[in-house]
Every structure is written in structure tokens, then in C-alpha cells.
């Protein structure tokens, strides 16, 4: 019998813009996922220094941003529990509740390259199914270094099929504060959020 596979997808999206949506789209018709988990991190450990909009204004704009794809939810797993949030205690409590079901990791290429770095990170590759990375223009990855630090990497990465993304939450926050265009680069319904509660200025 073939198992469900679901997608995770973490991030702060500090905003949430249509390049993630695209690649998550993405990942959902390459992957064949019947379920694609946007995981917002309230407090993510490795973004201690730098400050992050308040997690009840980027939970509103993932909602408006997703809610018109049934395939998409937003999952509560770190928000509701204390920090701080590591992918593999996620990943873990994600297959307790889903038992019937093969996880698809979701990262970006920075993400790929820094994973040596991340806590448990041999448990963390054992533990999914695949890891689906998306990658920006002009990335290039040393795949036969990871695999040394981490035996067992290569079989499970899968690069996404996606036109080129290099849409950043930060180029979108440093066009807000420059007052440069910006709209398009987000759902609508996130863009009228951001200009109603005046973000990122």
C-alpha cells in the first residue's frame, strides 16, 4: 500500500511572499503531497540577533496567503509549544501525529549548506522520507562534503524543478523601508495586511 507523504515547510516568512508560495506549489506536484505543513517558527534559534515581526502579524498574513489552497495548513506544532524550536523535535511530534505518513523536509539552499550545524542533524535526515531543496539562482552545493559530515544526505535530496526564485523576506523588507515597488511580490491579501499595519517601515 503506498504511504501519504506530507510536506513541511518552516520558516518565519517575515513576510510570506509568492516566491514561497510558488515553490511550495511546487513541491506539492513534484512530491505528490497530500498535504503540504506551513511550519511558522515563533522564535527560531538561529535568528536570535536580528528582530522578527511580532508572530501574530506573520500568522495573519500566512493565513490570508494560503487560505485559498486546500492543500496548504498551517500547522500549530511550534507555535503552541514553548521554545526553544528545533527541526527534529518537529519533524518527531509531526510523525507521532501523522504515523501514516512519509515526511517531505522542505529547505532552502542555505539551509541545505548550513545543516551540519543544526542540532541532531544525522537524527533530523534519518527521520524524513525525502528533502526537497529549493534553490536560489546561481547556487551550487558541495554535495560530496555534506555527504561526508552527513552519510546518507545525497539519497535523499531532491532538488525542486521551479523557475528561478532569488525573491527574498528580506529584499521585500528593505523595499518596503526604501520605498520601493513592492506589491507584486506578494499575495494580495498580504500586501493590504502590511500597508494596513504600516510593517516594516
Known amino acids: 500500500m503506498t504511504r501519504t507523504k506530507i510536506g513541511l515547510f518552516g520558516g518565519t516568512?517575515?513576510?510570506?511572499?509568492v516566491g514561497h508560495l510558488i515553490l511550495a506549489s511546487e513541491a506539492v506536484h513534484q512530491f505528490g503531497l497530500s498535504r503540504l505543513y506551513w511550519m511558522l517558527t515563533p522564535d527560531p534559534p538561529h535568528k536570535q540577533a536580528q528582530p522578527i515581526t511580532s508572530l501574530p502579524h506573520r500568522l495573519k498574513m500566512l493565513q490570508s496567503?494560503?487560505?485559498?489552497?486546500?492543500?496548504?495548513?498551517?500547522?500549530?506544532?511550534?507555535?503552541?509549544?514553548?521554545?526553544?524550536?528545533?527541526?527534529?523535535?518537529?519533524?518527531?511530534?509531526?510523525?507521532?501525529?501523522r504515523p501514516d505518513a512519509d515526511i517531505v523536509l522542505l529547505l532552502g539552499g542555505d539551509s541545505l549548506r548550513d545543516l551540519p550545524t543544526w542540532r541532531?542533524?544525522?537524527?533530523?535526515?534519518a527521520a524524513v522520507h525525502?528533502?526537497?531543496?529549493?534553490?536560489?539562482?546561481?547556487e551550487d552545493f558541495d554535495m560530496l562534503t555534506l555527504e561526508t559530515k552527513i552519510p546518507g544526505l545525497t539519497e535523499k535530496v531532491v532538488f525542486i524543478d521551479a523557475p528561478l526564485q532569488n525573491l527574498s523576506s528580506r529584499e521585500i523588507r528593505r523595499r518596503v523601508l526604501s520605498g520601493e515597488a513592492y506589491r507584486y511580490y506578494l499575495h494580495p491579501a498580504v500586501y493590504e495586511y502590511m500597508e494596513t499595519h504600516h510593517l516594516y517601515r
Open 120 to 125: 541532531l542533524y544525522a537524527d533530523l535526515v
Open 65 to 97: 496567503a494560503i487560505v485559498d489552497n486546500p492543500v496548504f495548513e498551517i500547522s500549530h506544532l511550534e507555535i503552541d509549544r514553548p521554545g526553544p524550536h528545533y527541526t527534529v523535535d518537529t519533524v518527531r511530534l509531526l510523525a507521532e501525529q
Open 13 to 17: 516568512f517575515d513576510p510570506p511572499h
Open 130 to 138: 525525502q528533502i526537497g531543496v529549493m534553490r536560489r539562482l546561481g
